[in-house]
């Protein structure tokens, strides 16, 4: 942790610079990574993975160190969306989360929620200290960190706060930790919040919250939404508390109105909770087989492979004249024993290509264990297109290859290297 701390100062320029800091720091790559420019990081990374050093170990041991330096070294608005996007890997980061939030600034505020979230700081005494902040960030920080009972009125008042980040931060705490009372205020921001973000927040919280007044009240809104906005509240009457209180009466209802995106999605939910029909595997198959694009895609895959009506359109959509749908089905197909042969050759033809479908093909062989797709994972890494490197390099690491991927920690795009080495982060929690 000493060494953490002194290099996060080091990196941040705070504090004298201490001849004997590199001591701490281990050779190659991840000394690169935490005291290096981008291009000896590449260097270094190149020569390690030539001479076949980066196994999943070192690839892994590359990426915390390649996180610890951007979270010390985030600036500005960039920066605290980098450092929110590490939530699915805080936890090996808590002590360069933690030393970066000791500042003043959005990053430092966003380094507590990250913190916060990821349950490796309590909730005290954020609330008190930062309720009436001037800086908004920090606003959210007491909004995230009021889960309490004595906090739910300053929550609640947060639902409404003037800035984005302290409204999300408000739902998210109540999520967390719901109280009844959040119920009205819930479904007028479902209705009101110019956000659609918070609206899917709010209405999933009164679907959490549950009870017949949220299912009535979410169906009251449901009339007056956009498509995103029903497809969340869909979502919220699937919630445990309000699918037993009319919940599954309304996620019939819209499953039962015809084909199209809100009918499928509400057979997934019902279907999630063990209450798909007949009727319903129908409303699955024909969106396979006519439905537009967008509703294609969804039956596809949440549909049950128990039924022959969804494996025959599934077979018919494997050979769409639109690759887009192609992939998709081909992967539902890979689990059943009876077409999963054939369902691979046709993967395998169309990953040999260079288009986006092709990078989505590799994936699911990929996601197989099928190295024949290796020579072209290499290839793509250093892809014109960010996320086909990104791509590219989470395959390769699924497979076992962390020289071919242990490059796009180096990546030009921040967002590149700092997501590649956080899904590598949050592999290890798995193994």
Known sequence: MWCRSLLARLVLGVGPVVLGVSACAPPGPVRAALHGTL?????????????GRLDRAATTELAEAVL??????????????????????????????????????????????????????????????????????????AARAAVEDRDVLFRRAAFVDGDRRVRLAAFEAALAAPDPGDLEAALEAARLDPDPVIQSLAARLAGKIGGESAVLGLRDRYAAMDTPGRLAIIEAWSQ????????????????EGGAGLLSV????????????????????????????????????????????????????AARDPSPELRVPALRRLLERPETRKRAHE???????GRSAVAAEARSVLAAIGDRSVVPALARDITAADAAGRQLAALDAFALGESNIAARALADAEPRVRTQVACAIIAARARD
Do not use: K, W
């Open 240 to 255: 445990p508390a309000a699918f037993r209180t009319g919940g599954e009466r309304e996620l019939v209802s819209v499953a």
């Open 68 to 141: 610890r330096r951007e979270i010390a070294s985030a600036r500005g608005l960039d920066g605290a969306s980098r450092v929110r996007s590490l939530r699915g890997c805080a936890p090996p980061l808590e002590g360069a989360l933690r030393d970066r939030a000791e500042g003043e600034d959005a990053v430092a505020a966003e380094a507590l929620l990250v913190l916060l979230a990821s349950g490796r700081v309590g909730p005290e005494p954020f609330v008190e200290r930062y309720a009436n902040a001037m800086d908004a960030p920090f606003r959210a920080v």
């Open 346 to 352: 046709q993967l395998r033809a169309l990953g040999a």
């Open 39 to 51: 291009a000896d990081l590449q260097q270094e990374i190149a020569a390690a993975a030539a001479a």
């Open 265 to 316: 999605a509400a057979v997934d939910a019902l279907a999630r909770r063990g209450r798909v029909t007949e009727a319903h595997i129908g409303v699955l198959s024909r969106s396979i087989a006519h439905g537009t694009r967008g509703e294609r895609r969804l039956a596809i895959a949440v549909a049950p492979l128990g039924d022959g009506r969804v494996v025959t359109a599934l077979q018919r």
